[in-house]
Every structure is written in structure tokens, then in C-alpha cells.
């Protein structure tokens, strides 16, 4: 059956260090996959959008990292702040289909 | 960038009856609008897409009947939940996808969601 994980539903960091949170897919060929940060009660809020064909993306304080081989994952917060507290989507796109998401890891940055 | 707008944010209604939850692309068209569902501390679920024009499709096990998606325009679609009741209390949350502007064709955004509770 087809699923994605977050294999970490919360994750607890301090402030300065670099949150690394990890996205496992089985039983997809996303062309796209895409990470989306989710406040108490908002709506998702796009971050980073990484391609099957891009192994790494970058956008400020933000890395995400795409393994099709090992269909993974992994998005980066470096020099994590208690504003970086939020939870965490994962979300993969496959041609003629909607986004589907992942749980999501729940982020606590504690200064 | 392009916004995504949901109207009410939030509603309390009394069991047995219909609420409508309005989503609309404020700056683009959407030719393609989703409705998703999350339950506290679950991931956004698919309930339904639909394309400008044309009926929902619908996510298994999601009554089409209950939820009743009207996409009548590029930039507006509703979600009515008939005959509500309790177990339908949950956060719905409209997506749209542009073709032209707004981004990549496959970016999708995001409402900010509305706070349905059925007493």
C-alpha cells in the first residue's frame, strides 16, 4: 500500500542547533515533493518544493534533501529559533493527482 | 505570491444541519480546486478535487452526498456539509492549483482553513 512517513511525530531541539526531520514514502514515484510548515489552526504554508531529478535545495536557513533511491526525504532548519516551533509537512505530488501529505513532525525550539 | 481565501474561518452549528464553507483564488484562477479534512493531530486528508465546470471527484469513503462541492467559477468553490453531525467536527481546508501565473503548474495553496464544530 502506498504511504508516506514522518517517523517522528515531535521533535525537541535548542535554540542554535539544526533540526533535521525525515520523510519516508513507499509505493510512490512523485515527480515533485514538498515540505510545508502547519500552525496551530492555519492553513499549510509552502516552504521548499525539491524535484525527483534535484538532490538538494536550499532556501535561506532551510535544506531539503531528495533520495529517490532510498525514497527519501530529509528537510533542514539550521540555527533553529522557538519561531522555527511549528509542525511540519511533508508532501508528494504525483502527475494528475493531488498533493498527498505525510502526518507531519511537530518542531519545539526552546531558547 | 497567490492567495487562497476560506469564509467562515469558523462555525458551530447544531446537528442536522447544512453549513457552506466558501473558498476563493483572490489573485488567480484556479482550474483545479481541493478540499481536504484533518482531525487534530493528523495529516490533511483528500476529500474531493474538482475542476472548474465539472463534478467533484471523490476520495473513497467520502459521501458525495454528504459533502457537496460546487465549483462554479475559476476563482470560487463550496463545500456543503448536509445534514451535519458531530463526527463531522473537523478542520476542512480548500486548496487551488493555477495553470498560468501563480507559481509552478504544480504548486498548490492553501486556504487557512475553516474550524467546523457540530453541536
Known amino acids: 500500500s502506498q504511504k508516506i512517513e514522518q517517523n517522528s511525530e515531535a521533535l525537541n531541539i535548542q535554540e542554535g542547533k539544526t533540526a533535521t526531520l525525515t520523510c519516508n514514502y513507499t509505493n510512490y514515484s512523485p515527480a515533485y515533493l514538498q515540505w510545508y510548515r502547519q500552525d496551530p489552526g492555519r492553513g499549510p504554508v509552502f516552504l521548499l518544493l525539491?524535484?525527483?531529478?534535484?538532490k538538494e535545495k536550499r532556501k535561506e536557513r532551510l535544506k531539503v534533501t531528495f533520495d529517490t533511491t532510498l525514497k527519501q526525504s530529509l528537510f533542514h532548519i539550521t540555527a533553529s529559533q522557538p519561531a522555527d516551533s511549528a509542525t511540519y509537512l511533508c508532501a508528494l505530488y504525483q502527475a494528475g493527482t493531488a498533493l498527498i501529505f505525510g502526518k507531519g513532525t511537530t518542531l519545539s525550539v526552546s531558547s | 505570491g497567490a492567495v487562497v481565501s476560506q469564509h467562515p474561518s469558523r462555525v458551530i452549528c447544531k446537528s442536522g444541519t447544512s453549513v457552506k464553507i466558501e473558498c476563493r483564488s483572490l489573485d488567480f484562477q484556479a482550474t483545479t480546486m481541493f478540499w481536504y479534512r484533518q482531525f487534530p493531530k493528523q495529516s490533511l486528508m483528500l476529500m474531493a478535487t474538482?475542476?472548474?465546470?465539472?463534478?467533484?471527484?471523490?476520495e473513497q469513503g467520502v459521501e458525495k452526498d454528504k459533502f457537496l462541492i460546487n465549483h462554479a467559477s475559476l476563482t470560487l468553490s463550496t463545500l456543503t456539509v448536509t445534514s451535519a453531525h458531530p463526527e463531522d467536527s473537523s478542520f476542512y481546508i480548500c486548496?487551488?492549483?493555477?495553470?498560468?501565473?501563480?507559481?509552478?503548474?504544480?504548486?498548490?495553496?492553501f486556504g487557512p482553513g475553516t474550524r467546523l464544530t457540530v453541536l
Open positions: 486548496s487551488a492549483r493555477s495553470l498560468a501565473g501563480g507559481g509552478s503548474y504544480n504548486e498548490q495553496f
Open positions: 474538482s475542476n472548474e465546470g465539472s463534478k467533484a471527484t471523490y
Open positions: 525539491i524535484r525527483e531529478n534535484e
